[in-house]
């Protein structure tokens, strides 16, 4: 891989994992249990980045005929139509490279070819050395993960690629699994991880884009009012005659730390002699004498 590859690099990478006919026909070996409901969102997302011109890695499941794998009836034979990709998944100018043991790679492969294919033998995409070697050449903010199966090859791709310090989102309503309680563990497993959980609306609407990049959208419940203010009061409610009284009143700083100035010292007055202060008890010279007809007596 050249240097111009490490330097240009991409924004993302769209990583399609095993969408195959074994798992996602009705008639196919093994398919999955929310067949119904991802396949409609993996295609948008292939239609997606087919517009967008995106760079499109896909892992291919490949058994050798008689191969058991885990005791499962077999699945994904090589050369057999179980095997074979969906036709919306396959983009016009595409490569295969069969897992043989070698590093050896196409030169800037994704400069003549918009999807790369790399066979694997079992649930770790990362086990084909030239699919390891291409992860990690290539310069890319984040990768996009879909496809078969959640709780299994999509979870060790996920953690070996966090643990590589990849910045991944998983899209998980277009994750295919065979059991729904260990895909939400599983799905449980990579958020602890570092990976952002999305639904296919929130990648296509870009929503999905803006967590991976650390930016939250303002909601309509927190939206800031910065229109200048007015004389006829726009801005907050604020006419410019509020506004100045505010200023007036907020209390301005010492620079002392940013603390409030403190208030002028007031003239002090010392209390009045106890002696000169009259009792409220106290009888005046009058008190003693009594009222007549007459007048005082």
């Known amino acids: 891989m050249s240097n111009s590859m490490r330097r240009n690099g991409c924004e993302r990478i769209l990583l399609d994992m095993n969408t195959q006919c074994d ?4 008639k196919g070996a093994l398919p999955v249990t929310n067949r119904a409901e991802v396949l409609p969102n993996i295609r948008k997302i292939m239609n997606w980045g087919r517009i967008r011109r995106d760079p499109i890695l896909s892992s291919l499941e490949s058994h050798r005929p008689g191969e058991s794998v885990n005791g499962l009836p077999a699945y994904c034979v090589d050369r057999t139509k179980g095997q074979k990709k969906l036709p919306f998944t396959l983009m016009p100018r595409r490569i295969l490279l069969q897992g043989d043991n070698t590093l050896d790679l196409p030169f800037e492969p994704f400069r003549r070819f918009q999807q790369v294919i790399c066979t694997k033998r079992n649930c770790d995409f990362l086990s084909n ?7 990690n050449t290539i310069q890319t903010k984040y990768l996009i993960v879909f496809g078969i199966l959640a709780e ?24 295919g699994y065979w059991y729904d309680s260990e895909a939400e563990l599983a799905f449980r497993q990579m958020s602890a991880k570092g990976a952002i959980l999305a639904t296919t609306e929130e990648l296509l609407s870009g929503e999905a884009e803006a967590k991976i990049n650390g930016i ?3 909601s309509a419940d927190h939206e800031v009012d910065d229109s200048p203010i007015t004389p006829h009061g726009k801005g907050n409610g604020r006419t410019a005659e509020q506004a100045a009284t505010t200023e007036h009143e907020r209390p301005k700083s010492s620079g002392n730390g940013g603390q409030p100035a ?6 002090r007055h010392d209390p009045p002699d106890p002696v000169d202060i009259p009792h409220r008890n106290a009888k005046s010279p009058a008190a003693g004498r ?4 007459h007048g005082l007596a």
């Not at 403190?262 to 003239?267: F, G, K, L, V």
């Open 262 to 267: 403190a208030r002028p010292d007031r003239p």
């Open 152 to 175: 299994q090859c999509i979870k060790v791709t996920v953690l070996g690629l966090l643990a590589r310090r990849r910045k991944i989102i998983v899209v998980r309503d277009a994750c």
């Open 216 to 218: 939250k959208k303002p």
């Open 129 to 135: 050395p030239k699919a390891d070697r291409l992860i």
């Open 290 to 293: 009594t009222r007549s007809p």
């Open 23 to 26: 798992f996602l026909l009705p």
